[in-house]
């Protein structure tokens, strides 16, 4: 504001004008300054209001900035749990895999192992089925060899003396052949009942 009434001064002083035009030149530059002066703290004003608005806006902006580091080093932190939670995650996910492949491999042994079995259990009921029959047969036939041994006992506690000696006569050899006849009847029936292997 001084400076702006010094430059005024100055320009009165340095030209000569009279007092009447001098007046009028003298009013016309107060109102110039008046409305120069106004001006000025108008523009002072708005200096200050920007320079308050700026240094507003450093703040923010330096907050933003503080914001902003806060916000980088979060993110690097999430950044940084996100791939330790994904490799976690990988580790698992193969963990789980093996244990997989090994569960299978075991179901696979076992499902073998069960075949296995039911074919040996299959094969064992078979034979035993088998067996069955083979021991009903046997119990006939040991049934008919203990009947045809009977008939043989009988057959030879009814001998007498001279049975046996007419048996053994060489001469007319009737009962001989005979008595071979029976022995070879009971033989063949022995023979017919004995078990082939």
């Not at 050899?173 to 023979?191: A, F, P, S, W």
Request: glycine share 2%; with cysteine; aromatic share 4%.
């Amino acid at each position: 504001m001084k400076r702006i009434s010094v430059i005024l001064f100055i320009i009165a002083a340095t030209f000569p004008v009279d007092t009447a035009s001098a007046q009028s030149e003298t009013d016309r530059l107060r109102d110039a300054l008046r409305t120069s002066a106004a001006q000025l703290r108008a523009l002072e004003d708005q200096d200050a209001a920007l320079r308050a608005k700026a240094a507003q806006l450093e703040t923010e902006r330096d907050r933003l900035r503080s914001d902003l580091k806060v916000a980088k080093a979060r993110i690097k932190e999430v950044e940084k749990d996100y791939r330790t939670a994904v490799k976690e995650f990988n580790e698992r996910l193969t963990q789980r895999d093996e244990t997989l492949e090994k569960w299978k491999s075991a179901y696979a042994e076992a499902a073998q192992v069960a075949r296995t079995k039911d074919a040996e259990r299959a094969k064992f009921e078979s034979d035993a089925k088998n067996f069955e029959e083979q021991a009903k047969a046997l119990k006939g036939k040991n049934a008919e060899l203990v009947k045809v041994g009977s008939q043989a006992l009988s057959r030879l506690e009814s001998i007498t003396c001279e049975e046996v000696e007419v048996i053994r006569e060489r001469l007319i050899g009737i009962r001989r052949v005979e008595h071979q006849n029976l022995i070879e009847d009971y033989r063949t029936k022995i023979l017919d009942n004995k078990e082939h292997p």
